[in-house]
């Protein structure tokens, strides 16, 4: 069956960095667009980076721009999210997700509803 399998949250200070990963299975992950989302407590889910199947194109939330960088593996079938300068904003629970979508713009990349599966994320805390 499928998995979305992330890691690499922690503790951190304000400043610091971090380098989640995400593990999938189940699918033809190189034929698969890849996201990180996060969800803050009492928000909604919201689009922090995705890096497209063909082609390896890759898209960012603006207030990430700058600061946090997605790779990918096909080799090893995992998605990565280099956060660097990490900010007591960023604090959520992050979520990786994947796609069969080849994706164009930034802005279809943050849809939501575009992504078919889901991790079970991976908690990120910044402290000041």
């Known amino acids: 069956q499928v998995q979305l399998v992330e890691s690499g949250g922690g503790l951190v200070q304000a400043g610091e960095s971090l380098r989640l990963s995400c593990a999938a299975s189940?699918?033809?992950?190189?034929?698969?667009?890849m996201g990180w989302f996060r969800q803050a407590p009492g928000k909604e889910r919201e689009f922090v980076a995705a890096?497209?199947?063909?082609?390896?194109?890759?898209y960012y939330a603006d207030s990430v721009k700058g600061r946090f960088t997605i790779s990918r593996d096909n080799t090893k079938n995992t998605v990565y999210l280099q956060m660097n300068s990490l900010k007591p904003e960023n604090t959520a629970v992050y979520h990786c997700?994947?796609?069969?979508?080849?994706?164009?713009?930034?802005?279809?990349?943050?849809?939501?509803?575009?992504?078919?599966?889901w991790g079970q994320g991976t908690q990120v805390t910044v402290s000041s």
């Open positions: 997700a994947a796609t069969a979508a080849v994706l164009y713009t930034t802005t279809q990349a943050m849809e939501v509803s575009k992504y078919d599966y």
């Open positions: 189940g699918f033809t992950f190189s034929r698969y667009s």
């Open positions: 890096i497209n199947w063909r082609g390896g194109g890759t």
